[in-house]
Every structure is written in structure tokens, then in C-alpha cells.
């Protein structure tokens, strides 16, 4: 039972650690117009929980914190059920897609970052790896979520003003659906890459920290 509780409250502090590294990104860090924004690795204590804990635990703290990431993303829930935000109408089925791919499955995947636990016995390599994997598969939902939902806006991405000018070599040569997809992996790349980037570091810098990743 001590165990447990222990189990727990470690996970409900990691998590509000995750919600406040978010939060105070927000306070000094542009998001990108159409959602998305580099972080102070806010995902690292989802993945430190699935590898102090395992997969198991990893996934269901991964669903708590994509409940929490609704609640705090709930002006764009709300508006994505509103008429229009897809097209004329009211889309539910869209709206719906986007809360699966955006929310809860882009941020229950972060719980199998423990994944090398038992794999690999370098702590940090092990940490570092299972970040890349995690935040991997998150921007993954991503990809899909914008290439089914949003690839109408590819077209204008590419050509807008200011763009390179490979944009407008990619509209001219991919047909509507590679363009749709290159739009969503360039556009979600922009923060998720950044932030793979530095998960991946400050998970080998978190390793450095004696009692830090051990393994319950």
C-alpha cells in the first residue's frame, strides 16, 4: 500500500510538473498560429514516469495528462465543434478526430517512454532513447491528425509570402495528397522537432542526477 501511494503522488507531482513547464512556456514562447508550440520540455516527466514505473503506468498517466492538456486547449476544443472551424457546418466527425489525434492519443503515447527500461542498461541512453520514441510517436499523431484535418491549407502554407521558394517547387510537383502530408510533417515538424531535440538532451542531462532514474 505504501508503495503505491508513494507510485501515485510521485506520478500526480511529475504530471503537475509537466502542466507548469507548459504553462510557463506560454508565458514567453510564440505559439504557431495554427497550434503547436516548442515547450520547456513539459513532456519529459510523462516519459521519466513510464521509466521509473513502467509502460503500464506510463500510459495511464499519459491519459491523465492528455485530460489535462483538453483542459487546457479547451478554447480550441470548443471551437472545433463550432460551425465552420472544418467547413460549413458543423463537422462532429472532424472535431471528434481532432480531439482523438490531437489530444488523447498524441499525449497518451509520452507514457511509452519507458520502453528501453528493461532493454537498455545505460540509464540516460535508455531515457534519452524512450524521449525520442515517445515525442516520435506524438508527432506521428500530429502528421495524421493535420494531413486529414487541415492538408486543404497546404497550397497557401507553401506560397504564402515570405516562404521559400522550394514551397512553391513542392506545390508544383506533388499531387493534392503528398502535398496535404508534406504540409502536416513540415508544419508540426516546426515545434515538434525543436522539442524532440531537447527532450532527448535533457533527458541525458536528468540521468546525471543520482536517484533520478531509478527504476520502481
Known sequence: MKTKTKMLTESALLIAMAIVLELAAKMFIPEMPFGGQVTLVSMLPIVLISYRHGVKWGLLSGVVYAAL????????????????YFGTG??????????????????????????FRNKIQNPGLSLCLGSIVALGCRYLCHILSGYILYGSYAEWFFTQEGFPAWGANLV????????????????NGMYMI???????????????????????
Open 69 to 84: 492538456e483538453m483542459v487546457i486547449g479547451a478554447k480550441t476544443v470548443a471551437a472545433a465543434f463550432q460551425p465552420d
Open 90 to 115: 458543423v463537422l462532429i466527425a472532424n472535431a471528434l478526430l481532432m480531439c482523438l489525434l490531437d489530444y488523447v492519443l498524441a499525449f497518451t503515447v509520452l507514457g511509452i517512454g519507458g520502453c
Open 172 to 187: 508544383a510537383s506533388l499531387n493534392p495528397q503528398l502535398l496535404a502530408l508534406a504540409y502536416s510533417v513540415v508544419y
Open 194 to 216: 525543436p522539442e524532440i531535440v531537447f527532450t532527448a538532451v535533457a533527458a541525458l542531462l536528468l540521468s546525471k542526477v543520482p536517484g533520478i532514474v531509478k527504476k520502481v
